[in-house]
C-alpha cells in the first residue's frame, strides 16, 4: 500500500528532477572543458541523473513527507557544495547553484531555510577542501555560463509565477471568505432566533441584534454575565449545561425563561455548542422564543380538561364521518370506550331506535341550517335503552366549507315524558 504524501513532495521531485538535468549539461560542459575522466562522468550521472529519484521515492515513503522534503532541500546544498568544490569554484556555476539553493529553502522556510542551505553548502564545500585541498579557478565554461544563468532566470521566472498564482488563489480564498462572512453576518442580523456566543464562564462575546428587542444594550455588552437576564431558577442550571458543553464537546438542549425590558416574560428553546476559538472555548447558543407555542399548548391543555370533565357527552367527527374523539362522558354514556369509536366511520355507531330516514334528515337539516337538536330512544352497547337529546353543529372554515362535526349528547330520561313526541 502506497503511504499517501503530501502535495509539495511531487513538486519539488518536478523542480529537482528537471534543475538537476539542467544541471548536469551545464557542470558537463565544464568538466568536458577541464578534461576530467571517467569517474567524474559516473558520479556526475549519479548526482544529476539518479539522486532526484531516490529522493523523491525516500520522502514518499517517509511517515512525515514535508518534513523529509525540507531535509532533503538541506542534502541538495550539501552534495551542491561539495561538487562546486571540487570544480574549483566556476563563478557562473557557483552562484546560480547557491542562489538556487537558497531560494528552495526560503520560500519553503523562510530565514531558517536559508540559513540552513548556507551552512550545507558551506559544510560540503568545506569538506571536500579538507579531503581533497582547496582550488580556487572561478573560469567557467561559457556554453556552462550560459546554460547556468539561463536555468537560474527560468527558475526565478518560476517561482514568481508560482507566487503570483499562490497569491491570486490566497486572494480569491480571502474574497470568497469575505463574501461568506457577509452573508453570515447578514443572516445573523436578521434572524428572528436569539444567536449568541459566551466564553466558558457565561460572559458575553457576541449577541445578535434579535438580542436587542428584548434586552438593554447595556445588559449585552462584551464581558457582562450573559445568564444575568434569565429567570433564577434557570441560572445555575444553564451555567452547569454550558460547563457540560465546554467538557464533552457535545450539543446540549435545554429551556429557560427571560423577562424583557418591557417586562413581559418569554420562554426559550436553546441548544449550546462548545468549540476553541485561538485556544479559548467559546459556546454557540441558539434560542427559540417558544412562547406563543407554551401558551397555545396550555390552552389546548385546558380546553382537553373541558373536554374530558365535560358532564354532556362529546363527539368530534371529521367531514368525511370518521370518528376522531370522545370523551369520558361518551363512554360512560354508550358504553363504548376511545379505542373502539375513534378512527372508525360514524355510521357504525347510530344508536337511535330510527328508520334510516331519521339520519337523512338531520343531515339535510346540518346542510340548510348548520345545526340540528332534538331527542330521540337509543340503545347503549350493553343493549339498554335510554333517551337521548343530541345536538349537532358544523363547523366550516372561512370559504364555507364543513371541516368537522361537534356532537354533544345527554341522557334524559328521567326528564322524558312517554306521551311527548320526539323533537326533531
Not at 43 to 50: I, K, S, T, Y
Request: aromatic share 12%.
Amino acid at each position: 500500500m502506497i503511504r499517501q504524501y503530501h502535495r509539495f513532495v511531487r513538486l519539488f521531485y518536478q523542480i529537482r528532477a528537471t534543475a538537476f538535468a539542467a544541471l548536469f549539461v551545464a557542470i558537463g560542459l565544464q568538466i568536458w572543458g577541464r578534461g576530467y575522466g571517467a569517474i567524474a562522468w559516473v558520479l556526475l550521472a549519479l548526482q544529476f541523473l539518479v539522486y532526484p529519484h531516490l529522493l523523491f521515492w525516500r520522502a514518499r515513503g517517509a511517515p512525515d513527507s514535508l518534513k523529509a522534503e525540507h531535509t532533503n532541500l538541506l542534502f541538495d546544498c550539501l552534495l551542491l557544495g561539495i561538487w562546486i568544490s571540487a570544480l574549483q569554484f566556476p563563478t557562473w556555476i557557483a552562484l546560480p547553484v547557491f542562489l538556487g539553493t537558497a531560494l528552495n529553502n526560503a520560500i519553503n522556510r523562510g530565514w531558517r531555510g536559508a540559513l540552513g542551505a548556507l551552512l550545507a553548502f558551506s559544510f560540503g564545500a568545506l569538506a571536500w577542501g579538507l579531503v581533497a585541498g582547496f582550488k580556487v579557478s572561478p573560469q567557467t565554461e561559457p556554453a556552462a555560463a550560459a546554460l547556468c544563468l539561463t536555468g537560474l532566470f527560468a527558475y526565478v521566472i518560476s517561482l514568481g509565477n508560482i507566487a503570483f498564482t499562490q497569491s491570486r488563489k490566497l486572494r480569491d480564498t480571502r474574497e470568497a471568505l469575505r463574501q461568506r462572512e457577509e452573508h453570515y453576518r447578514i443572516i445573523t442580523e436578521n434572524a428572528a432566533d436569539l444567536i449568541a456566543m459566551l466564553d466558558a464562564e457565561g460572559r458575553w462575546v457576541y449577541a445578535s441584534p434579535s438580542y436587542r428587542r428584548l434586552l438593554p444594550e447595556a445588559e449585552l455588552e462584551i464581558g457582562a454575565d450573559a445568564l444575568a437576564h434569565l429567570r433564577p431558577e434557570d441560572r445555575d442550571a444553564t451555567r452547569a449545561l454550558l460547563q457540560k458543553a465546554v467538557q464533552s464537546q457535545e450539543p446540549q438542549k435545554f429551556l429557560y425563561g427571560l423577562t424583557a425590558a418591557d417586562g413581559q416574560a418569554h420562554e426559550f428553546q436553546a441548544t449550546a455548542k462548545s468549540f476553541l476559538h485561538a485556544g479559548a472555548a467559546r459556546v454557540v447558543i441558539v434560542s427559540t422564543d417558544i412562547t406563543a407555542l407554551r401558551q397555545r399548548d396550555k390552552k389546548l391543555a385546558v380546553q382537553a380538561d373541558v373536554f374530558e370533565n365535560m358532564a354532556e357527552a362529546m363527539m368530534i367527527i371529521a367531514a368525511d364521518g370518521t370518528i376522531i374523539s370522545v370523551n369520558r362522558a361518551f363512554a360512560t354514556l354508550t358504553g363504548y370506550g376511545e379505542e373502539e369509536v375513534c378512527g372508525k366511520p360514524e355510521s357504525e355507531f347510530r344508536t337511535a331506535l330510527q328508520p334510516p330516514e331519521f339520519y337523512d334528515d338531520i343531515r339535510d337539516t346540518l346542510k340548510r341550517q348548520g345545526y340540528w337538536t332534538g331527542t330521540s330512544w337509543c340503545r347503549r352497547k350493553d343493549a339498554s335503552i335510554y333517551r337521548e337529546w343530541r345536538s349537532i353543529s358544523a363547523i366550516r372554515d372561512a370559504a364555507g366549507r364543513t371541516t368537522h362535526y361537534v356532537v354533544f349528547f345527554a341522557d334524559v330520561s328521567q326528564s322524558a315524558h312517554p306521551d311527548r313526541p320526539l323533537a326533531r
